[in-house]
């Protein structure tokens, strides 16, 4: 984003104010022409002031205010739009330590396509804007001078669904976990936990909350490929034994092919994701498996084509969505193509989006400010 910063030397203060606009009109021919308009706009307002000695402190606030429209052949239009807060956190931070409370994005773990660790945000890898709602909570971060850190965070008031749950956090209850991750050979790794209170209502169980426990380990390496791995383990001690456990897991590498045209280089990325759902940690389980690749290739200074391909192994269905884009200064302009099932399986989007579903292109421009 380009900034227009105000610099206020007697206070040690910088004040920024920028935005984000977005409109998309996607096509679905066995919709309609036009199946789906929107627009988007990101107001974002940052103060930052210097403090004693390395300490600093900073003030972000964001709006998520958006509207959209979906049409379907012989059916009424249905629209949908909001304005509400995007992001609105205060951080004091060093050198060593950070301090963050409010509404922020927090994510971590090393697989790109299919993530485990997708706990609290709802990224699709295909959306160009990269958007996702944050979480009410508070995050601590040390960093070691040996490149370690630790992750301490509690959450409240986060009652929709987020990352790949299926069932809500229960009302005023309090979500609670930690991040370990610390340098290995030529890569990291780190474990997670996570606990919250499961709204187990809306899936007609007997309880009301069901305690959920989540654990996680994840690495990456450079070993001439980078690869990497994510596995979580996840318990609700629920009255259907075989989804009292699920298990995620995803192995992916990538390597980037020099000068493939001029002096661009390829990127290729590959994914493999297998979800279980069993009684015990190590018993037999009901699985869903997903593969995915993903190429990206620049072309000069203003272009670049991406192509993403899924096999959803479980339903034999495929997913393939291909990208334009094409950047001036603070204008970006993309054309996507996608040929996907009539139902996603996937990922759930930030609203307004288009979810990619069936057949169709999407033409998107953005402008930051």
Known sequence: MFFL???????????????????????NPDRAPISQTG???????TLQQRLNGDLSTELDVSLNIYTAGNFENDQRPEYDGKIKPYRAWLRLAS???ELRAGLQQI?????TLFRPLRWFDRIDPRDPLQLTDGVYGLLARYYFLNDANIWLWGLYGNNE????????????????GGRVQTPLGTGEMGFSYHHREADAGNLSFNENSIPENRFALDGKWDIGIGAWFEAALIHQQMSIPEMNYQRQWTLGADYTFPEVIGENGLTVLTEYFQSENSAGVFTAANQRS???????????????FSLMVYRDWTNREWYRIVTWQRTYDNWMFYLLGFWNPDQIQLYRLQEG????SGKGIQIMVVFNH
């Open 95 to 97: 050198d060593e330590f």
């Open 107 to 111: 994510n971590f773990g090393s697989a």
């Open 161 to 176: 669904l987020k990352g790949w749950e299926i069932s809500p956090t229960t009302e005023k209850s309090i979500e609670y």
């Open 290 to 304: 997903f593969s995915g690749a993903s190429a990206t290739l620049p072309f000069g200074l203003l272009d670049r």
């Open 39 to 45: 627009f988007r706009y990101i107001p974002e307002f």
């Open 5 to 27: 910063p105000v610099y206020i030397t007697a206070c040690a203060q910088t004040l920024s104010l920028h935005g984000e606009a977005s409109g998309w009109l996607a096509s």
């Open 353 to 356: 989006n288009n979810a990619f």
